[in-house]
């Protein structure tokens, strides 16, 4: 029997309780997986990913990750598909939830997702739109996690852009009870609402990026101009040029900082290769987990919570 229908849209749509099960499942499934021990909660099941706008990484271990656990994936795009040919996403939803068990999306605005989710009889996972990442932030702090133990209390230095990264941090503190340090330069700043934020006060600003690393334990940026803004590339490159994360920022971290990045990165633009390269980073680290973060997620979605 399949659990209550429920959708991954953004990062507040999971409790901590859940969130902390997800953590402690993701570590079976790893560890299962580490060992070769076949594991296929989901054999005969399909998950559809439907893609708007570019990926590795994502794609990769969504698609693995089904496999993985028994299943399958299909692999659509708005070029291929009638979604690219005006066909209502209401419409797209009814059908393809009756053919599919998951669905998985990567699109622009989040009112897209939200609708394909009211008329999907299957569960939809947000694999990124403009406002947020929420399966990224899964993955960095189950990554986190994995390295420092737990990230309540702790302090996450946001450096850069007030984007769909940004805004899945920062609900993220509110929901596990973190801090975030941001520093975006003017212009750039967070936005609470569309972050989405309950607005328990888990982040401060910082006009000055090396305040914000200041003794934080984990450190933080992504490109500066995303996916669907590149309209605003030459007019971003100038804003965020002392923006960048360098050694002086790592520096006044916290001897045990990490630094996270959900890549693809620019060397030289928002990181310097001495970081994003060096003893504190993290990222591929970062980036695998996604794979078995996402297994667990899916199994959650679909099997709800399991013992073995
Ligand atoms: N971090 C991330 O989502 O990467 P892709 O764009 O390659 O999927
Ligand atoms: N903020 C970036 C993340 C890419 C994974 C973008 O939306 O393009």
């Given at each position: 029997?399949a659990?209550?229908?429920?959708?991954?849209?953004?990062?507040?749509?999971?409790?901590?309780?859940?969130?902390?099960?997800?953590?402690a499942?993701?570590?079976?499934?790893?560890?299962?997986?580490?060992?070769?021990?076949?594991?296929?909660?989901?054999?005969?099941?399909?998950?559809?990913?439907?893609?708007?706008?570019?990926?590795?990484?994502?794609?990769?271990?969504?698609?693995?990750?089904?496999?993985?656990?028994?299943?399958?994936?299909?692999?659509?795009?708005?070029?291929?598909?009638?979604?690219?040919?005006?066909?209502?996403?209401?419409?797209?939803?009814?059908?393809?939830?009756?053919?599919?068990?998951?669905?998985?999306?990567?699109?622009?605005?989040?009112?897209?997702?939200?609708r394909?989710?009211?008329?999907?009889?299957?569960?939809?996972?947000?694999?990124?739109?403009?406002?947020?990442?929420?399966?990224?932030?899964?993955?960095?702090?189950?990554?986190?996690?994995?390295?420092?133990?737990?990230?309540?209390?702790?302090?996450?230095?946001?450096?850069?852009?007030?984007?769909?990264?940004?805004?899945?941090?920062?609900?993220?503190?509110e929901?596990?009870?973190?801090?975030?340090?941001?520093?975006?330069?003017?212009?750039?700043?967070?936005?609470?609402?569309?972050?989405?934020?309950?607005?328990?006060?888990?982040?401060?600003?910082?006009?000055?990026?090396?305040?914000?690393c200041?003794?934080?334990?984990?450190?933080?940026?992504?490109?500066?101009?995303?996916?669907?803004?590149e309209?605003?590339n030459?007019?971003?490159m100038?804003?965020?040029?002392?923006?960048?994360?360098?050694?002086?920022?790592?520096?006044?971290?916290?001897?045990?900082?990490?630094?996270?990045?959900?890549?693809?990165?620019?060397?030289?633009?928002?990181?310097?290769a001495?970081?994003?390269?060096?003893?504190?980073?993290?990222?591929?680290?970062?980036?695998?987990?996604?794979?078995?973060?996402?297994?667990?997620?899916?199994?959650?979605l679909?099997?709800?919570?399991?013992?073995?």
């Amino acid at each position: 029997m399949a659990p209550a229908l429920k959708h991954f849209l953004q990062f507040k749509d999971f409790s901590r309780d859940e969130l902390e099960y997800l953590f402690a499942r993701t570590r079976v499934i790893k560890e299962r997986f580490k060992r070769y021990q076949p594991y296929h909660p989901l054999a005969d099941r399909t998950l559809a990913m439907i893609f708007e706008k570019s990926s590795t990484r994502t794609r990769l271990s969504f698609e693995a990750g089904m496999h993985q656990l028994g299943g399958s994936a299909i692999y659509l795009n708005t070029r291929d598909t009638q979604l690219g040919r005006g066909e209502p996403v209401e419409d797209a939803a009814e059908v393809i939830s009756r053919m599919v068990d998951v669905v998985m999306i990567r699109t622009f605005e989040q009112d897209i997702i939200e609708r394909f989710a009211a008329h999907s009889r299957v569960p939809v996972i947000n694999g990124l739109t403009n406002e947020y990442h929420p399966c990224q932030i899964l993955a960095d702090i189950y990554t986190y996690i994995e390295q420092r133990g737990p990230i309540q209390g702790k302090t996450v230095a946001w450096i850069g852009d007030s984007n769909n990264m940004c805004n899945t941090w920062l609900q993220a503190a509110e929901v596990l009870d973190f801090n975030v340090h941001v520093s975006t330069p003017p212009g750039y700043e967070v936005e609470p609402e569309r972050a989405g934020l309950f607005g328990t006060d888990h982040y401060e600003a910082f006009g000055d990026p090396m305040d914000a690393c200041r003794g934080a334990d984990l450190v933080t940026t992504d490109v500066w101009t995303s996916m669907g803004f590149e309209a605003e590339n030459a007019e971003r490159m100038k804003a965020f040029a002392d923006w960048r994360v360098d050694g002086d920022m790592m520096r006044v971290a916290a001897d045990a900082a990490l630094f996270m990045h959900c890549l693809p990165a620019h060397r030289g633009e928002e990181v310097e290769a001495d970081v994003i390269d060096g003893p504190q980073s993290v990222v591929w680290n970062e980036a695998e987990n996604r794979l078995h973060t996402q297994k667990a997620m899916l199994e959650y979605l679909l099997r709800g919570r399991v013992e073995d």
